[in-house]
C-alpha cells in the first residue's frame, strides 16, 4: 500500500510563504507516476493546483496560483515540495498530494477520481 505523507500547513498571515511536502513510501510509485498537489475548501470541487511528471518535464499550474507557487521534486529523498508565496485568504484549503501514472497532459488530469493515490490532507489557513 503506497502511503503518501504530506507536512507544513498550518495558519499563515496574508502575503506570508508555506512550504509543503509529500513523502512517498514507495520509490517504484514515486519514480514512475506523476505527483501533484490538489486543495479544496468547503462548498468547493477539489481542484489540481499542480503537478509535475515523474521526469519532471511536464509541469501544470492552476491560473489561480501561477507566479505564486512552484513544485518540485526530490528524487532521492522520494519527496514533491510546493513551495507557496504571497498567500490570499482564497487559498486556505486542505491541501492533498496525489500521485497518478499520466498518460496524457495535466489538462487530462484535472478531476481528481482518476488520480490514484493521496496524502491525508494538510490544512492551510491564510488569515489576516
Known amino acids: 500500500q503506497v502511503q503518501l505523507v504530506e507536512s507544513g500547513g498550518g495558519l499563515v498571515q496574508i502575503g506570508g510563504s508555506l512550504r509543503l511536502s509529500c513523502e512517498a513510501s514507495?520509490?517504484?510509485?514515486?519514480?514512475?507516476?506523476?505527483m501533484g498537489w490538489f486543495r479544496q475548501s468547503p462548498g468547493k470541487e477539489r481542484e489540481l493546483v499542480a503537478a509535475?511528471?515523474?521526469?519532471?518535464?511536464?509541469?501544470y499550474y492552476a491560473d489561480s496560483v501561477k507566479g505564486r507557487c512552484t513544485i518540485s521534486r526530490d528524487n532521492v529523498k522520494h519527496t514533491v515540495n510546493l513551495q507557496m508565496t504571497s498567500l490570499k485568504p482564497e487559498d486556505t484549503a486542505v491541501y492533498y498530494c496525489?500521485?497518478?501514472?499520466?498518460?496524457?497532459?495535466?489538462?487530462?488530469?484535472?478531476?481528481?477520481?482518476?488520480?490514484?493515490?493521496w496524502g491525508q490532507g494538510t490544512q492551510v489557513t491564510v488569515s489576516s
Open positions: 496525489a500521485a497518478v501514472f499520466l498518460t496524457s497532459s495535466f489538462e487530462d488530469y484535472k478531476d481528481y477520481e482518476r488520480w490514484n493515490y
Open positions: 514507495d520509490d517504484n510509485i514515486f519514480q514512475a507516476y506523476a
Open positions: 509535475n511528471s515523474w521526469a519532471g518535464g511536464s509541469t
